[in-house]
């Protein structure tokens, strides 16, 4: 089996999914366009956006945070977790750029990542691949393979079905004893200091729910104005990922909480006693400052333009600077790294732009770094 296998049997199975999905709710392109705009109104004034959630966090009773970088992020999440802590790990590209998990575990944790794709790439030692589905280059006979050398349980021949279960029993005892959980967020509400979280698996409600702690690790970009504009950003996520409706949509504004006691409002109830978000920059607000670089930040990380580009389907993970791969990956590279190679990749086929929700004119921003990367070398 190859990657030509792996990523031709998603394509299959994802493209023809979401035309049927824009086809069948044709609403969800108008909610794109005004989320569009409002994640423009945001970084056209990003500093301003990051000041008012940190505010509107603290009001909801938790605790907010800006890391310049992720040597800053780092430094608060070890602050939070300390030593010798069992942490799960939602899906988070952006803990990912900070590189937590590697980070715990050098502290001494024991760190699980949650996400049935992340979970599989951690047991491999890889990075991923797409910015949904990390693991989208193995194939269910190299899955098989796997999780049969490192938690077993697992025959020859075993079906998809068998392998999910196989994780899901893996992971329930983890879930059950973690001290802390740590996610991602698709959206943060600027209004509110709600986080917007989607998912399909059950994991990210487990690692937001079941821990004491609660740490969601985004960056600054995520920011939208209101809790409204966070619920359209994750529809259209959802959508033009392929998965709508969604399974479950998270939405966390602080701890736990109840008002069953003479209506009078307390923290903590069942869930979290803590809630921490960490947001990053580590070059986001710089690159909101640039016409063309903006763009790169309407990215709401569908991953639908990585399975129209024709550099992605021959170079996979090779392409970007992970957990940035594909056309959207070659920008960010750009933003988070300061790397412009990735970019010199793009063929300029156009099919990225035409896909994109966020209509993010990919080509131009590349073409752009690529100057900007030829002006460095020079």
């Known amino acids: 089996m190859s990657w030509e ?10 493209v023809p999914r979401v035309y049927k999905i824009l086809r069948e709710h044709p609403y969800i392109l108008d909610l794109a366009k005004e989320l569009r705009e409002a994640k423009l109104k945001v970084l056209e004034n990003l500093e301003y956006y990051v000041d008012k959630t940190l505010d509107s966090v603290k009001r909801a009773g ?11 992020a780092r430094e608060i999440v070890e602050k939070i977790v300390g030593k010798g802590k069992t942490v799960v790990m939602g899906k988070s590209m952006v803990a990912y750029e900070a590189g937590i998990r590697e980070f715990l575990i050098r502290q001494g944790n024991e760190v699980w990542e949650t996400d049935l794709g992340e979970f599989l790439i951690q047991l491999a030692n890889q990075p991923p691949s797409h910015i949904i589905a990390p693991a989208i280059h193995l194939t269910k006979e190299e899955v098989e393979k796997l999780l049969k050398q490192k938690i077993g349980g697992v025959h020859e021949g075993s079906t998809h079905e068998e392998l999910v279960t196989m994780v899901r029993q893996f992971l329930r005892e983890k879930f059950v004893k973690a001290d802390v959980g740590i996610t991602g967020a698709n959206a943060v509400a600027s209004d509110t ?3 917007a979280l989607i998912e399909n698996e059950g994991n990210i409600r487990f690692s937001s729910i079941s821990p004491t702690v609660h740490i969601a690790i985004t960056g600054v970009d995520k920011i939208v104005p209101t809790l409204a504009d966070a ?3 994750v529809l259209v996520q959802s959508a033009f990922a392929g998965l709508y409706p969604p399974t479950y949509v998270n939405f966390t ?15 903590p109830a069942h869930g979290p006693k803590e809630f921490h978000l960490i947001l990053l920059d580590n070059g986001r607000i710089k690159a909101s400052k640039d016409p063309v ?3 790169a930040l309407l990215c709401i990380r569908c991953g639908r333009c990585h399975l129209h580009c024709p550099v992605y389907r021959a170079l996979g993970v090779k392409w970007g600077d992970p957990p940035f791969t594909g056309p959207m990956g070659a920008m960010w590279s750009y933003v988070v790294y300061n790397d412009p190679k990735p970019a010199m990749y793009c063929a300029h086929s156009g099919n990225c732009k035409e896909v994109c929700p966020m209509r993010i004119n990919i080509p131009r921003v590349l073409e752009y770094i690529k100057w900007k990367g030829n002006r460095q070398k020079a």
């Not at 938790?62 to 800053?72: I, Q, R, T, V």
């Not at 504004?253 to 923290?267: C, F």
Request: aromatic share 2%; hydrophobic share 25%; net charge negative.
């Open 5 to 14: 296998t792996a990523v031709e049997r998603a394509i299959n199975n994802n």
């Open 62 to 72: 938790g605790h907010g945070y800006l890391a310049s970088s992720p040597e800053e």
């Open 193 to 195: 200091g709600t986080i």
């Open 231 to 233: 619920t359209k950003e």
């Open 253 to 267: 504004s602080g701890p736990s909480s109840t008002a069953d006691i003479e209506m009078k409002r307390i923290s």
């Open 293 to 295: 670089l903006r763009e």
